[in-house]
């Protein structure tokens, strides 16, 4: 599996917007970019995921470099039960279907949102 | 609905002892992960079960670790002759991993269970 990188921590304040990095460079051309998050003494959920184009949901937007070596998770307004750590994980769907759906997590990045 | 539910929410042993982890998926998923959080990690993966292929135990640590899904559905994580390094939260997720959901591969996560090994 292609190996993410990102901060292990962030903090933001309260209504403001939040820019979560990740790196991928060694990223092929049929992975997808996934992004989970966990909240505190909570198992992950899922957020949002993209290919190529910038994808928005009701939760967040994800922005995709356009070598897609690198993506950003955008939180537009910062809450505080926002506060969780953040997951970038690549899955290769085609290859996930002959063998294992597993997830691969790294560390994460820690979100802090100040009141 | 239902999410997916985990038994018991914390659990307490003593090295050496065997203890059992339950996982109930949510209802018509065919897909069951089992993961590991040690303190301040992220996730690990243990066994994955989907429908009535042979499961991928390659994440299992050791072979006092095992695993079955009976009847499709529940989950039973078992460990023999714990460890205190098997101390972690364990987590279980189900899904659908069909076309056309397998290019999300949205996996629906329980709570866990946190393990203590003394």
């Given at each position: 599996d292609a190996k993410t990188t990102q901060p292990n921590s962030m903090e933001s304040n309260e209504e403001e917007p939040v820019h979560l990095p990740c790196n991928h460079s060694t990223i092929s051309g049929t992975d997808y970019i996934h992004w989970y998050r966990q909240l505190p003494s909570q198992g992950p959920e899922y957020v949002i995921h993209g290919l190529t184009s910038n994808v928005n949901n009701r939760m967040a937007?994800?922005?995709?470099?356009?070598?897609?070596?690198?993506?950003?998770?955008?939180?537009?307004?910062?809450?505080?039960?926002?506060?969780?750590?953040?997951?970038?994980?690549?899955?290769?769907?085609?290859?996930?279907?002959?063998?294992?759906?597993?997830?691969?997590?790294?560390?994460?990045?820690?979100?802090?949102?100040?009141p | 609905g239902a999410g997916v539910s985990q038994s018991p929410s914390n659990k307490v042993t003593e090295k050496g002892k065997?203890?059992?982890?339950?996982?109930?998926?949510?209802?018509?998923?065919?897909?069951?992960?089992?993961?590991?959080?040690?303190?301040?990690?992220?996730?690990?993966?243990?066994?994955?079960?989907?429908?009535?292929?042979?499961?991928?135990?390659?994440?299992?640590?050791?072979?006092?670790?095992?695993?079955?899904?009976?009847?499709?559905?529940?989950?039973?994580?078992?460990?023999?002759?714990?460890?205190?390094?098997?101390?972690?939260?364990?987590?279980?997720?189900?899904n659908n991993p069909e076309p056309p959901l397998f290019l999300v591969n949205e996996q629906f996560f329980g709570p866990g269970t946190r393990l203590t090994v003394l």
């Amino acid at each position: 599996d292609a190996k993410t990188t990102q901060p292990n921590s962030m903090e933001s304040n309260e209504e403001e917007p939040v820019h979560l990095p990740c790196n991928h460079s060694t990223i092929s051309g049929t992975d997808y970019i996934h992004w989970y998050r966990q909240l505190p003494s909570q198992g992950p959920e899922y957020v949002i995921h993209g290919l190529t184009s910038n994808v928005n949901n009701r939760m967040a937007s994800l922005a995709i470099a356009e070598d897609r070596k690198s993506s950003t998770l955008i939180l537009h307004r910062a809450t505080l039960r926002d506060a969780a750590v953040y997951y970038c994980i690549l899955r290769d769907p085609i290859s996930a279907q002959g063998g294992s759906e597993k997830l691969v997590f790294g560390k994460g990045t820690k979100l802090t949102v100040n009141p | 609905g239902a999410g997916v539910s985990q038994s018991p929410s914390n659990k307490v042993t003593e090295k050496g002892k065997d203890v059992e982890l339950r996982c109930d998926p949510i209802s018509g998923h065919t897909a069951l992960y089992w993961y590991r959080q040690s303190l301040g990690q992220g996730l690990e993966f243990l066994i994955y079960f989907q429908g009535n292929s042979a499961p991928d135990k390659s994440g299992l640590p050791s072979d006092r670790f095992s695993a079955e899904r009976t009847g499709g559905s529940v989950s039973t994580l078992t460990i023999q002759r714990t460890q205190q390094e098997d101390s972690a939260v364990y987590l279980c997720a189900s899904n659908n991993p069909e076309p056309p959901l397998f290019l999300v591969n949205e996996q629906f996560f329980g709570p866990g269970t946190r393990l203590t090994v003394l």
